[in-house]
């Protein structure tokens, strides 16, 4: 089965760039999302087809995808960023979900 | 402003079958643009999908839990539901139902853009 990797923490001072990523085989083959979800909360869609963001997501949340890795980047990371993220994409009409990543805000 | 909501028992028993619904209310689950799909997140874990539905029926299954789960569709009630039989303690996780975009046979290049709040579900004894 298609499996999606992340590194399981990433720590970044306020201000400064995080960046998480995705690997999968072939994953620039394929459309790339990613989730924020905060403690208690259910996930928010923050990147959808690789680099898009939808509405009402701040601009400092960008991605891309090419090869097998897809990278979420948020940029000047506030206080308010620190949260789990999940990487998502389809393999064989199969949802995947990647194995997380918290982001600590130091 | 579209809302989905979870709801069923928050205990089951182990063998027993978990049941769920999934609430759409400010929006159609009729709709010909979109899947409704349930995910799982075991305490403290990462997400998983287990399946989505159209209104019309059509189903698509994680293959890793095919065989115990099924999926329906309510329309006169717009609400989709969660069957999930031979439950273990491994099935204990919060259920969230989220819509996803119907982009054709083959799904690929969609994502799950409204989620409920989700509702846990304990196995135990």
């Known amino acids: 089965s298609y499996e999606l990797t992340q590194p399981p923490s990433v720590s970044v001072s306020p201000g400064q760039t995080a960046s998480i990523t995705c690997s999968g085989d072939?994953?620039?083959?394929?459309?790339a999302c990613w989730y924020q979800q905060k403690s208690g909360q259910s996930p928010v869609l923050v990147i959808y087809?690789?680099?898009r963001r939808p509405s009402g997501i701040p601009e400092r949340f960008s991605g891309s995808n090419s090869g097998n890795t897809a990278t979420l980047t948020i940029s000047g990371t506030q206080a308010m960023d620190e949260a789990d993220y999940y990487c998502?994409?389809?393999?064989?009409?199969?949802?995947?979900f990647g194995t997380g990543t918290k982001v600590t805000v130091l | 402003q579209l809302q989905l909501q979870e709801s069923g028992p928050g205990l089951v028993k182990p063998s027993e079958t978990l049941s769920l619904t999934c609430t759409v209310s400010?929006?159609?689950?009729?709709?010909?643009?979109?899947?409704w799909g349930w995910i799982r997140q075991p305490p403290g874990k990462g997400l998983e999908w287990i399946g989505s539905?159209?209104?019309?029926?059509?189903?698509y299954y994680n293959p890793s839990l095919k065989s115990r789960v099924t999926i329906s569709v309510d329309t006169s009630k717009n609400q989709c539901s969660l069957k999930l039989s031979s439950v273990t303690a491994a099935d204990t996780a919060v259920y969230y139902c989220?819509?996803?975009?119907?982009?054709?046979?083959?799904?690929?290049?969609?994502?799950?853009?409204?989620w409920g709040q989700g509702t846990l579900v304990t196995v135990s004894s």
């Open positions: 989220a819509r996803h975009e119907n982009v054709g046979v083959v799904v690929a290049g969609t994502y799950f853009d409204y």
């Open positions: 539905i159209y209104y019309s029926g059509s189903t």
């Open positions: 072939k994953l620039g083959d394929k459309y």
């Open positions: 087809q690789d680099s």
């Open positions: 998502q994409a389809w393999d064989s009409s199969t949802a995947v």
């Open positions: 400010g929006g159609s689950i009729s709709s010909s643009s979109y899947y």
